[in-house]
């Protein structure tokens, strides 16, 4: 199984956009994140730690998920905002929530230690903008949706991730 996913985080105030890619096959399991430099190490452990206050039980696989044309100097405050994009494409490698193309798909956010979920709203003018003019037409965001439009087409998180939505995003 393999998939691709868009994932955007800050950096510098501005809004910067990768790729995601990922598989998972036979071998020593475990997940191995490559890309983001010194910051490998901190983001797969907190990847680990996530699912395993979700009770998650993987399959004995490798997970290999790599961040393309991620800026290697990116500070662990910026690719924070890559932490729901890659649980998304690590529970989706391993068949824990219902979707496997997200070729298609573009989303960010940061997760807290309790698992809360914290996206850019959709509210802000700015962000928002900016989100359309990168997706254009061809992606659909993946956000826990705070705003009624239909200027974007949106994968509402909550709908997806099913049965984990109540801990990630918890209704206040």
Not at 27 to 54: F, I
Not at 93 to 110: E, F, N, R, V
Not at 120 to 144: A, C, N, R, T, W
Request: charged content about 25%; aromatic content about 12%; hydrophobic content about 40%.
């Amino acid at each position: 199984m393999q998939t691709a996913l868009g994932a955007c985080y800050f950096d510098r105030k501005q809004l910067k956009v990768i790729t995601l890619f990922g598989y998972c096959s036979k071998g020593v399991p475990g997940l191995q994140l490559v890309g983001v430099g010194k910051n490998s190490q901190y983001l797969k452990e907190k990847m680990v730690y996530l699912s395993r206050m979700q009770k998650i039980k993987f399959p004995l696989k490798r997970f290999v998920i790599c961040l393309d044309n991620c800026t290697q100097e990116a500070t662990l405050e910026n690719i924070q905002w890559l932490e729901f994009p890659l649980l998304i494409m690590y529970w989706s490698l391993a068949g824990k929530i219902p979707i496997h193309c997200l070729s298609d798909c573009l989303t960010i956010g940061k997760v807290d230690l309790e698992g809360r979920v914290h996206q850019p709203s959709l509210l802000d003018e700015d962000f928002f903008e900016k989100i359309k003019f990168i997706m254009g037409d061809k992606k659909k965001l993946i956000h826990y949706g705070d705003r009624n439009t239909g200027e974007l087409k949106y994968i509402n998180a909550r709908g997806l991730l099913g049965e984990y939505s109540q801990v990630l995003f918890p209704i206040s």
